[in-house]
C-alpha cells in the first residue's frame, strides 16, 4: 500500500533547509523558551496559500495540524465522503469534521475564497508537540472534482521563526467524471451542481490531468481556455510564529 | 536540533570526498500518479555515473526507442547489464494500472552509483516516465523522487490506436483502459523534436468514432509529475 506520508522525507528536507537558515546567519540559537529550558506551552503556525492559476478560484482553505496517525488522502485509495464534498462543492465542513472525529490536534477553515493572483492566510495553535504535520486542502471551483493540497508535510522541525515553502500540485477526487459539462461545476464558470453522493469515476485519488476546455476542441465543455491549468497551482508558506 | 543540524552539514564534505563507493541495498517503490495513463512494463537500473538509458536533448537510442514506442525493455536490459548494470525487470509484473504502485525490494547495487527508471506511457506513440541517473545517496534513509513524462521524439504523436508496437511504425499499440475511440483521422504525421524531450500530453478528443485522435481529452492527459518514486537506501 503506498502512502502520501512519509516522514523521513520530509524530515530530512526540514533540516536541510534549517542547517541553510543557520549558515545563513540566523545562529543566534538562544530564544526565550531555551533561556529558561522550558519549552512553550503552545506552538503558532501561519499558513499562507497563494492561488497561482488563472482562473480558478480556491474554495475557503481546508487546514489539518496532526500527527503521523492521520491521512486525508492517498493515491489509489478512494475519496473519504468528506475529501468527495471539498472536492465536487468546495464545502471542507464534513471534510474538517473527520479529521476532527481523527483526533487531530488543530483543525481551521479559511474564511472565504482564494481568488487567483491573491492569498489567504491562517493562524493556528497547538499544544506543544514534537510530532506536527500539516495538510491543506482546496478545491478549484471551476472544475468538476480537483483539489490542490498537500497532505502531510512535516513541520515538527520548525523552529520559531522558520518558514518553509512548498507548492501545491493538483489532484482529482476521482468521485466525479471530468465531464466539463454545463450544470455539473459550482464555480463562477457553470453555477452548476456541487456535491452528488453518486460515484462515477475512478473512485480512487490521483493527480489530475488537467481541464480540457472548449478552447482546446471539446466544445461540449462550458471551460473555456482561461480555466485550464498546469501544475504547480499554488503556493504554500508555512511560517512559525509562536 | 540545531547542533545536530550543523553536524549534518559539516559532514557532508567528507561523504563529497569519499573516493570509495560503498556497496548499497535499495528498495525502489514507484507509484503511478496519473488518472488514466498505464506505464507498460518498468526498467529499475542501477548503474555507473556514465551510463545513461536517455538524455534530454539527445537523439534516443534504438534500445530506448523500442521501449517508447512499444514496451521492450529487452534492449535496454541487455545494452545496461553489458556495462555492468544491476536491472530489475518488470517488477509491476506486467502494467502498473493508474493510481497503483510496485515495489522493487533489496536490489544490491553493488558498485554502481546512479539509478535510472523507465516505461512507456499508454496510451501514447512514444511517451515514457523516465529517471536519468539520479545519484544513489551513501547514507540510509528514505528518499522521494518525481518523474516527469518525456517524448522519445523518435514517432509523430499521431494518437492513433492501431497496434503500432515495432520501432517505426507509426501508431499506439494499445489502450489498455478501453475508453478511448477508434477511427480518427490522426493528430500529426511529423516530429517536430526528434530528441528526447518532456511530452507535450495528449491532444485527445472526445469523438469514439472519429476526430483526429483515438484518446480521450478528458481522460489521457496528464500534468506532470507522472509518477513519485520513493528509493529507500539500507
Known sequence: MNTVINRNTAMRASVAMMALVIVAGCSDSNNDSSDNGTTPVTQTYEITVSNLSSNQPFSP?????????YQGWSIGASATIGLEQLSESGDNTPFLAEATDANVLAVASGDGVVAPGTSGSIELDINASSDVQLTVATMLVNTNDAFAGNGG???????????LMIRLPIYDAGTE????LAGTIPGPADGGEGFNSDRDDVDVVSRHPGVVSNGDGYIDSVLEQSHRFDSPIAKLVVRRVN | ??????????????????PFAAAQTVDVEVTNLTQGIFFTPLLVSAHDSSTHLFEAGQSATTELQA???GGDISGLVTATAALGAVNSENPASGLLAPSTSTQVSDLDTGSNTHLSIVGMLLPTNDGFAGLNGWEIPQDAGTYTIYLNGYDAGTEANNELVNGGAAPG?????????????????GVTTTETNQTVHIHRGNVGDTDVSGGVSDVDSRIHRWLNPVAKVVVTVK
Open chain 2, 67 to 69: 521501449m517508447a514506442e
Open chain 2, 1 to 18: 536540533m540545531k547542533t545536530k543540524s550543523i553536524l549534518l552539514l559539516s559532514a557532508l564534505p567528507f561523504l563529497f570526498a569519499s
Open chain 1, 177 to 180: 467524471g471530468n465531464n466539463e
Open chain 1, 61 to 69: 482553505l481546508a487546514v489539518v495540524l496532526h500527527d503521523e496517525s
Open chain 2, 169 to 185: 511504425v507509426l501508431g499506439i499499440p494499445a489502450n489498455p483502459g478501453g475508453n478511448g475511440g477508434t477511427g480518427a483521422s
Open chain 1, 153 to 163: 508535510l512535516d513541520l515538527s522541525s520548525l523552529e520559531l521563526g522558520d518558514e
